[in-house]
């Protein structure tokens, strides 16, 4: 086994991504190497924020659920005081879990194996026959090891086992601004995660569930059927969904407006716009009130911007999108955990968030019309890789059309791989890549291969 | 179909019951879904729960399939008519029932308890991760049943499968 924490990487990271003027291709390895994954575990998942929870999973002191950073089991907890704690599952005594539900509300937990307990804030609390066992001056830890850092944006909760990491706003950069957009579609700017989630696992790289949630490109292939389900039934199903009342030529062709970002954190953005001509109806329908109240607090503009499709990732384990929280869980190189929670806008009519759900539930969740189609091809990909015979993955679609916004972030055509490959642009970084090559010396290409060879 | 004899239009007892399950199951196993779809009532349910304890047919919390007269319509559409990569190649399925119980009819409504083990597998090319593995999922199931057009039809079916809050695969084959 390779201890946690290598002072020196296994792989040459810069090696396994090919950059040029017109290029960008990333290396198979990068998918199915598991060298390359416990260095991501090491570089990423214990580097950089990581999505934990939601506050309103917490809502009163005593509530927790359990969440992983990385690979690492944590207990998000609410204490008397209000504050949320990140503490590690793992008694720090001989090691076991404290904590074997999924969430719940507790005044303690109680390791099982020998009965030591800590309190809601993870303080130890008591030692079980403590007198005579240990000596007076026993060096008892202070309870449950606790995340280095915890910080939250408009509910998220992440942590970082990074005590340096650069404040969450400053790595959420512009994809906060996203965020901000779906979440105020709440008329009180927050969002309530009152339901069951969707939890599902495919044999595949964590990077495809990464890559395709703000993908504009497959669509029309993978969610072919949910178009021809739109065309054959759009008008009778209602609200639930877009593209109500049109063929599937015309939502292939909404779907090719728009446009796709690339975050400098590694975040993306997937967005197509909504009709302008649709919003009269909206403040004539049966939610007129809520959507007058938006109207009037944010302004025609940037309510047509709010109420356009918005996919945002967040690198590297969350996705913001059609009305849920997405929550990546690497857990072997080619497994992973995806759980999708639908949230309610809160102060929203009863009737609104009804409709909303029952939107999801249609093209959400492992029964659903849509995202059963995008896993398959997780898995598709996975097995495809193991013709290693082929080196590289082509991510050069918009490559020459995209441009640099802010300084920092990217935009191009809302079918372009800009997103992905800021993502990447953001791998090499953390996983220790010194310098990115602006063009692809034979050398470099030889040396990838036999990196790859070495997998 | 198990036509009820003329002496008793309002119960079934359980062997009439059960073949009406066993029926139901034939015809997902068979892919005549179209038949299948003949077996409910108007405004009927067709219903995966998560939450097991929601109270029937309130829509206040996640489904796994929450499914009224449209959508199950769309399921059968996308089934048979479309091109999806979740079924592509299909599911063989097996629907095996048993456990069947009758509660005494209320309001021209018998409910039906049953257990349902359904054993599903995707073949193709077995060598191929996803394919060739057999799955077996176990749930409780309510069927309640009423009197439409001189037929038991269903007015709702609720599976309550034991994995229904823990991580599920695909799920795009019939239940």
């Known amino acids: 086994m390779t201890s946690p924490s290598r002072p020196v990487a296994e792989i040459d990271a810069e090696n396994l991504v090919l950059q040029g003027p017109k290029t960008f291709r990333v290396h198979g390895s990068v998918y199915t190497d598991e060298a390359v994954f416990r260095e991501e575990m090491q570089r990423i998942y214990s580097s950089t924020w990581v999505f934990v929870a939601h506050e309103s999973q917490l809502p009163h002191p005593g509530d927790y659920k359990t969440s992983h950073i990385g690979l690492q089991p944590v207990i998000v907890s609410r204490s008397e005081d209000g504050a949320v704690h990140v503490l590690f599952n793992r008694c720090v005594h001989r090691a076991a879990v404290v904590c074997r539900m999924d969430k719940g509300t507790a005044n303690y937990f109680r390791c099982p194996y020998h009965g030591w307990v800590y309190g809601n804030d993870g303080r130890l609390t008591g030692i079980s026959q403590r007198g005579g066992g240990y000596d007076d001056d026993f060096d008892a830890p202070e309870g449950l090891k606790r995340a280095a850092r915890v910080e939250s944006y408009r509910g998220l909760v992440f942590a970082s086992l990074n005590p340096d990491v650069p404040p969450l706003t400053e790595h959420l950069g512009n994809a906060r601004h996203w965020i901000d957009r779906q979440f105020d579609r709440s008329p009180e700017g927050s969002i309530d995660l009152r339901y069951a989630p969707h939890v599902s696992q495919y044999e595949g790289n964590w990077k495809f569930q990464a890559e395709n949630t703000v993908d504009g490109y497959h669509g029309d292939h993978v969610h072919e059927s949910f178009w021809m389900v739109q065309e054959q039934f759009g008008r009778e199903s209602g609200t639930h969904g877009a593209y109500t009342q049109s063929s599937v030529r015309d939502i292939k062709k909404m779907r090719r407006q728009g446009q796709v970002m690339g975050f400098e954190g590694g975040h993306g953005l997937w967005n197509t716009p909504f009709d302008p001509a649709a919003l009269d109806g909206l403040l004539a329908g049966p939610h007129a009130d809520y959507y007058q109240t938006l109207l009037d607090r944010h302004g025609r503009d940037e309510l047509l911007v709010m109420l356009s499709n918005i996919n945002v990732y967040v690198f590297p384990n969350l996705g913001v999108l059609h009305g849920q929280l997405r929550v990546i869980r690497p857990m072997t190189v080619e497994r992973t955990e995806v759980a999708l929670y639908p949230f309610a806008l809160s102060g929203a009519p009863d009737a609104l968030n009804e409709e909303r759900l029952a939107g999801y539930e249609r093209f959400f969740g492992p029964s659903s019309f849509g995202s059963p189609d995008d896993v398959e091809i997780f898995a598709l990909n996975q097995e495809g890789l193991q013709a290693g015979a082929v080196d590289w993955l082509i991510l050069e679609r918009g490559i020459s059309r995209e441009k640099v916004v802010d300084d920092v972030d990217r935009t191009s055509h809302v079918t372009d791989e800009t997103p992905q490959r800021q993502f990447y642009r953001r791998w090499l970084r953390a996983m220790g890549a010194s310098a990115v090559p602006d063009t692809v010396p034979e050398p470099l290409r030889a040396q990838a291969r036999v990196a790859g060879a070495q997998a | 179909m198990s036509a009820p004899t003329a002496g008793d239009l309002t119960t079934l007892d359980v062997a009439a019951a059960a073949a009406f399950l066993h029926r139901e199951a034939r015809l997902l196993d068979e892919r005549r879904l179209d038949e299948w779809l003949g077996l409910f009532a108007p405004d009927a349910l067709y219903w995966l729960p998560i939450n097991a304890d929601a109270e029937p047919g309130t829509h206040r919390d996640t489904s796994l399939i929450f499914d009224g007269d ?52 995707r073949t193709g090319d077995h060598t191929q991760r996803g394919l060739g593995t057999q799955n077996i999922f176990a749930g409780h199931c309510t069927h309640d049943l009423v009197r439409h057009e001189g037929e038991w039809r269903i007015r709702m079916k609720k599976l309550v499968l034991l994995t229904r809050d823990a991580a599920v695969p695909n799920l795009t084959f019939m239940l």
Do not use: C, I, W
């Open chain 2, 70 to 121: 449209v959508r199950r319509r769309e399921r059968v559409y996308r089934l048979l008519s479309t091109p999806l990569p979740s079924q592509n190649p299909p599911s063989r399925t097996l629907h095996a029932v048993s456990n069947v119980e009758v509660e005494p009819a209320a309001d021209g409504v018998v409910r039906v308890y049953s257990n349902q083990l359904v054993v599903e597998v």
